[in-house]
DNA sequence: CACGAACCGTACCGTACGGTACATGCCTTG
DNA sequence: CAAGGCATGTACCGTACGGTACGGTTCGTG
């Protein structure tokens, strides 16, 4: 199919793109109920014919949205060259505080709270359009964080998915799922000081032992 | 207030019991959009009128769902006495595995699903209802189970809080998310697998050096 | 200038839902 | 047996949404 398509940056025209903003805007604000053609047209002064010629129905409208904000993301590629232990921590925690400011951000919320809604035994679509776009560029990132401390003898693994899923379950714990539920995100200060523990526990399964006695 | 409270299967009347069960079962078989009150109705042979006046309105109607499942939940105490580190490594084990299923369950996940569909920037209150009556005893139980670990030696912890979230998140990582997603759960057998990693990775984090070598 | 394409704003249609009202029937109670 | 409460089932109402159709406007193009 569209297997040769090399840049992601067109799927959308401008306009198109500050329409998708507005919606997410919307959806941001008032949760799925208040996501209607009607509310999209009027924020972002533009028929509703428009919408369903560019994006087809409310579903494509949807999906539409994940892609545009997973669009928006770049995930910063770690500096490779030759960290110190010291610079690998700190990248270790840069990614820790990342990660749960992505995952509590109001925008990531309001998608992940829209797509789990839709969910159900059939519809797994926007779930798994949400992990594709929105999860895989994180874990990649991650794993090549990862990779990078076990080629400077910093870490010792094998899998490195199942590395990777410890450094997550300890960084996020059950952040994610009490955000979803309405949960006040944490401040900045609680969040370095998760990541800190997090990624001292992580060393302590998976770093070799050249930390201090 | 309701301190005393001996027993709460007294919450609704049978017939009523019946009446959310039916109503569990087609939020499970059919997500949010086919819990209307209507379906309802239908599905258990009662009037529009009678769900009204029992549960006043909509929103009443899925609070009135999550207590009821909540209350169909018994949470096994960890029988007491003196575990051998075996028994209580299998505990512990147990533990993640009901842990995993419970939370990889269909009614779990239905009622995850509209609570999060349901939040939004005020709508946390079948949100944080989810979280006292879903959450709250696994953790009491979780942390029961620590404590009993730390007064035979077995483990070392300061905070049980910050014990309990590290093996939440060994355990689940992202399992839950995943699941409310739409991601098929995972077999019996990762599971146990999983929940057996976890535990071993919990002992190196809290456990005292009782392990071999 | 003339033409056409794209787009906006609005009006419209069918449907489906939450919530209410009412008529019928069952079952307890005096 | 009579009467009243309680539940069912159906019909109904207002509303709001997804989706479509249409007239008017702007803008690029020959």
Same mark, same amino acid.
């Given at each position: 199919?569209?297997?040769?398509?090399?840049?992601?940056?067109?799927?959308?025209?401008?306009?198109?793109?500050?329409?998708?903003?507005?919606? =997410?805007?919307?959806?941001?604000?008032?949760?799925?109920?208040? %996501?209607?053609?009607?509310?999209?047209?009027?924020?972002?002064?533009?028929?509703?014919?428009?919408?369903?010629?560019?994006?087809?129905?409310?579903?494509?409208?949807?999906?539409?949205?994940?892609?545009?904000?997973?669009?928006?993301?770049?995930?910063?590629?770690?500096?490779?060259?030759?960290?110190?232990?010291?610079?690998?921590?700190?990248?270790?925690?840069?990614?820790?505080?990342?990660?749960?400011?992505? =995952?509590?951000?109001?925008?990531? =919320?309001?998608?992940?709270? /829209?797509?789990?809604?839709?969910?159900?035994?059939?519809?797994?679509? /926007?779930?798994? %359009?949400?992990?594709?776009?929105?999860?895989?560029?994180?874990?990649?990132?991650?794993?090549?964080?990862?990779? =990078?401390?076990?080629?400077?003898?910093?870490?010792?693994?094998?899998?490195?998915?199942?590395?990777?899923?410890?450094?997550?379950? /300890?960084?996020?714990?059950?952040?994610? %799922?009490?955000?979803?539920?309405?949960?006040?995100?944490?401040?900045?200060?609680?969040?370095?000081?998760?990541?800190?523990?997090?990624?001292?526990?992580?060393?302590?399964?998976?770093?070799?032992?050249?930390?201090?006695?």
């Amino acid at each position: 199919m569209t297997a040769v398509a090399p840049l992601e940056t067109e799927t959308f025209s401008p306009r198109q793109n500050a329409v998708l903003e507005c919606a =997410l805007k919307l959806l941001v604000a008032g949760g799925e109920k208040a %996501l209607t053609t009607a509310g999209i047209a009027r924020a972002a002064n533009c028929s509703k014919e428009s919408l369903y010629k560019w994006f087809g129905d409310r579903d494509g409208m949807l999906a539409a949205m994940i892609a545009f904000q997973s669009s928006k993301v770049r995930t910063p590629a770690p500096r490779h060259g030759a960290p110190s232990l010291e610079d690998f921590t700190h990248n270790l925690r840069t990614f820790a505080v990342d990660l749960l400011t992505v =995952l509590g951000g109001e925008v990531s =919320l309001a998608l992940n709270r /829209l797509a789990i809604g839709q969910a159900g035994p059939g519809n797994t679509g /926007l779930g798994h %359009l949400l992990i594709e776009q929105g999860r895989q560029p994180i874990e990649q990132r991650a794993r090549a964080l990862l990779e =990078l401390g076990r080629r400077h003898g910093y870490l010792a693994f094998s899998d490195t998915r199942q590395a990777f899923e410890t450094l997550y379950g /300890l960084v996020v714990r059950d952040a994610h %799922l009490r955000y979803l539920l309405g949960d006040a995100p944490d401040n900045e200060h609680e969040l370095s000081a998760r990541a800190e523990l997090a990624v001292d526990q992580f060393f302590r399964l998976y770093g070799r032992k050249l930390l201090k006695d």
